[in-house]
């Protein structure tokens, strides 16, 4: 989502005259764009913020923008005070303020307020319009693979998350609104679209009339010249079988899903308020299976939990073992404050705890992966290729496996080719072209 929202605000920046700059150093605007869906990622961005000071203090006229997350949808005082050198304070998803404050501080207090309010509402147009939405010059005609949010916001509330409080209410955007995006970005050269949403399966919920994910596919289905259709992340609550039909019978939306767990014990998912049993997970990946045949599938699992025992830990530990899904991305617990995980529970399983559990589960889904991509070994697989990544051509599978080959024939950017895989690891495929001059 992060990736999405950088690209509007480039993309407007531009619109108003502004190029993209290689090094902050040579930046008249830097825009830092933030997350703090886990303590990581919050001190870094603070470290971030740090590094830029000097910059500010040996050139006052530079424009710093603070963006996402870290500001929230309400806005932070304290992040105002503590970085008294930040110019402007954007809520995730929004570039307004900072088109404001560019548009302002350029036309200053002279101009007539019939002109103001033009600008203003080319501003507006800038921020919201998609069917004028284009990518940043350096992206625009190589990248190969978009994000596109339909989805903003959450209105789940899992005890653990901060999305709620940080990127507000759940709020789905209009079908015709996303299928004009995703025209455009087809247009500019892009083959593969990822509709985004923190429970994506949740779209049009908000919106009566308007058709859920299932119906938006179909109607993304139709853009010609679109030749791939992905979308996360998905809530075990909300995959119907209505959205499995769609993703068996639409050609262009792949084989693969995004469905985090977070744990393996029913007592640990009750307080995470996720709404599930580990026996309704079950249930879910085999109609995914079934639904799906050669499907990929991908988990989230929080380790070290307030409350969770070494016997609950190990619940998730054989439930990952029996379900052997593809990918496992794996976070030990970091207390979010503000959360009701916060306020409710007492942060009780050491650091040093919580870390072996993470590296047992690590070892096991590495294990899992290392198995799953053997069985590619030999077979003749559809790649889209993305780019080039340290010399060798890198693509993606329908099912989400990273390939990689060698090839020095022509440009291999955005085409979909077949290549035989030679040799596979835990996380990607190595293989060649099945016809080296096709």
């Known amino acids: 989502m992060n990736v999405a929202d950088s ?21 008249d605007v830097i825009v830092l764009n933030t997350c703090v869906v886990r303590q990581s990622a919050e001190e870094k961005a603070y470290g971030r913020l740090t590094t830029l ?50 548009l302002e501080r350029e036309d200053g207090r002279a101009l007539a307020q019939a002109e103001t309010e033009a600008r203003f509402a080319l ?25 596109v949010p339909v989805v903003y916001g959450c209105s789940h509330g899992c005890t653990f998350c901060i999305i709620p409080m940080r990127r507000g209410q759940e709020r789905s955007r209009p079908v015709e609104e996303v299928v004009s995006e995703v025209r455009a970005l087809v247009e500019q050269g892009v083959k ?17 009339g308007e058709p859920g994910l299932p119906g938006l596919l179909r109607q993304v289905q139709g853009i010609e010249g679109l ?43 009750a307080r995470m308020k996720r709404g599930y049993t580990v026996d309704d997970y079950r249930r ?54 503000g959360t009701l995980a916060s306020r409710r529970y007492q942060d009780d399983v050491p650091q040093v705890e919580k870390m072996r559990r993470f590296r047992a589960l690590e070892e096991l889904q590495a294990g899992i992966a290392a198995e799953l991509s053997q069985r590619y070994v030999g077979q003749t697989l559809e790649v889209l290729v993305e780019g080039k990544h340290k010399g060798r051509w890198m693509g993606r599978t329908r099912t989400n496996r990273l390939v990689f080959y060698d090839s020095t024939s022509r440009d291999w950017g955005g085409c979909r080719v077949a290549v035989r895989i030679t040799q ?15």
């Open 284 to 337: 879910l990946i085999d109609r995914i299976r079934t639904a799906i045949p050669g499907s990929s599938i991908a988990t989230d699992v929080i380790v070290g939990f307030p409350g969770e025992s070494g016997s609950q830990f190990q619940k998730t530990y054989d439930l990952l073992t029996e379900l052997r899904l593809d990918v496992a991305h794996l976070a030990p617990y970091s207390p979010r404050p």
């Open 53 to 102: 000071r000097p910059l500010k203090e040996k050139r006052p006229d530079l424009v710093i923008n603070l963006m996402g997350c870290l500001v929230g949808v309400r806005g932070n005082r304290l992040l105002q005070e503590t970085f008294p050198y930040v110019d402007v304070f954007s809520a995730p998803s929004d570039p307004r303020p900072l088109l404001t404050y560019l």
């Open 7 to 27: 690209q509007r605000v480039a993309s407007a920046l531009e619109r108003l005259g502004y190029h993209w700059a290689e090094k902050p150093e040579q930046a």
């Open 192 to 208: 593969e679209v990822t509709l985004l949403g923190q429970i994506v399966d949740r779209y049009g919920r908000d919106l009566p």
């Open 123 to 147: 501003q507006d147009d800038l921020s919201q319009s998609p069917a004028g939405f284009l990518l940043p010059e350096p992206e625009r005609g190589t990248v190969v693979s978009a994000h």
């Open 424 to 438: 596979s690891t835990a996380w990607s495929l190595q293989g060649e072209l099945a016809a080296p001059g096709q």
């Open 227 to 269: 030749e791939r259709i992905r979308f996360l992340t998905s809530h075990p609550l909300w995959v119907t079988d209505d959205l499995l039909r769609s993703m068996a019978e639409l050609p262009k939306v792949c084989e693969h899903v995004e469905v985090p767990v977070q744990a393996g014990d029913d007592e640990v998912l």
